[in-house]
């Protein structure tokens, strides 16, 4: 096997419910900034659920053009402005000598739900004849991976992860190992979602998944408190630029943390619950550390999946101590999902910019709306405001339906 490459961050883009970029998406963790609100976007008259995160004042003509704005879906316009935003913040101009070495991994759960509701709306009232040519491309789960590569022109590997909650995750992941390998030199990477849609939600509300807290929003989301009663679902995109640590010292990049192990596992157990203890869970943050050389006494801040469902919060916790033993005890934990929503596919790679920036700025955000601990989530939950505290290694959780679940590591970077 060829020597592994160190891989480092050094670009980052977000497009969030609580900021349309990375600054005022940090700002607004830090400070318990709460993007849930009474859905916007369509009528909920009638839904258990009307209340979501939904990005506000997003602007898809800062990005691309009006004719192109009019043929991307809003799942793949969230990844094309989080991408150019984080290649712009990584400095790095895509060339014809450069393009083959820089590839493209972008996951999400759902893909463009929107476009295939209002063609199906088409269908049924208009006939087949008046369904867009657009539609296939449009919806496809792969295009916003395809699209951002067309605009920046990235020929080099270029793939979509569809796993859930864990899509954002796993194509960081995936992305790592290829730069590690030295299959790419860069690989922008990330999740996206934009699945407030009317069919969305009523799939979400008949599994019961969300919360129906829809008159006292701003406390709906409550990760790991006793009165949670489901998720808020959310939208928007998080992009990572990863890059061997050669080529990022050869062009003199800034460098946010240091990517140091994947660790992804499946419960083999049900199509929507977690299994008991928190299994699988577990075995996919030791398989990070293990990856990454960490030892559990290093790890110092842990973003976990927490999605303030009852399942969950609690056998996330039981994940977490088995993987990490009296440490874990000792680890600031915090679901920024209680600001943000979770953003199915795109929760990955907004949690993942999250902390890249704990790690940076040795800043543990807070989980806002923790007022009465469950007592099965006895950790360390950071709930009364960020907290600065020294982090060497941090932990990015996700989980989807069907079992999947993935560990991301990044350490300081030390040269």
Not at 98 to 109: A, K, L, P, Q, W
Request: a negative charge; glycine letters at 12%; proline letters at 5%.
């Amino acid at each position: 096997m060829p020597e592994l490459q160190r891989v480092v961050v050094t670009g980052l883009g977000a497009v969030t419910p609580i900021g349309n970029d990375v600054p005022t998406y940090w700002e607004g963790l830090r400070n318990g900034r709460n993007g849930v609100a009474p859905v916007t976007l369509f009528d909920t008259e009638g839904f258990a659920t009307r209340i979501g995160a939904e990005v506000k004042d997003f602007d898809p003509l800062a990005y691309l053009d009006r004719k192109e704005a009019r043929r991307v879906d809003r799942f793949a316009q969230f990844a094309m402005a989080a991408s150019l935003q984080a290649l712009a913040d990584a400095q790095l101009q895509i060339t014809p000598q450069n393009c083959y070495d820089v590839g493209i991994i972008i996951g999400t759960g759902i893909g463009g739900i929107k476009v295939l509701e209002e063609q199906h709306e088409i269908l049924r009232t208009k006939g087949p004849d008046r369904c867009s040519p657009f539609m296939i491309p449009m919806m496809i789960a792969n295009m916003a991976a395809g699209l951002t590569a067309i605009r920046v022109g990235a020929k080099g590997p270029n793939a979509c992860t569809v796993t859930a909650c864990a899509a954002g995750s796993h194509a960081i992941g995936d992305a790592f190992r290829l730069v590690q390998r030295g299959y790419a030199q860069v690989m922008i990477c990330g999740g996206t979602e934009a699945a407030i849609t009317p069919l969305s939600f009523a799939g979400f509300c008949a599994c019961k998944a969300m919360t129906t807290n829809n008159d006292d929003y701003l406390h709906a989301s409550r990760p790991f408190d006793r009165d949670r009663d489901g998720f808020v679902l959310g939208e928007g995109a998080g992009i990572l630029i990863l890059e061997s640590l050669g080529h990022a010292l050869g062009r003199g990049a800034r460098i946010y943390a240091e990517m140091v192990g994947y660790g992804m596992t499946c419960d083999a157990y049900h199509i929507t619950n977690v299994a008991p203890e928190g299994e699988g869970a577990a075995r996919a943050i030791k398989a990070a550390l293990l990856d990454g050389n960490i030892a559990p006494q290093e790890v110092g801040y842990i973003n976990a999946h927490g999605t303030s469902t009852p399942a969950n919060d609690p056998n996330e916790t039981k994940a977490i101590k088995t993987a990490l033993g009296e440490h874990a005890y000792r680890v600031p934990v915090s679901s920024t999902k209680s600001m943000t929503g979770h953003l199915l596919g795109g929760s990955g790679g907004i949690e993942a910019v999250a902390t890249v920036l704990a790690v940076h700025h040795d800043i543990a955000p807070p989980t806002i709306n923790l007022v009465n601990p469950d007592p099965e989530c006895d950790l360390d939950y950071v709930s009364t405001g960020a907290r600065s505290t020294p982090i060497e290694v941090a932990l990015s959780n996700s989980f989807g339906f069907g079992g999947h679940n993935v560990t991301l590591a990044f350490r300081k970077y030390r040269g």
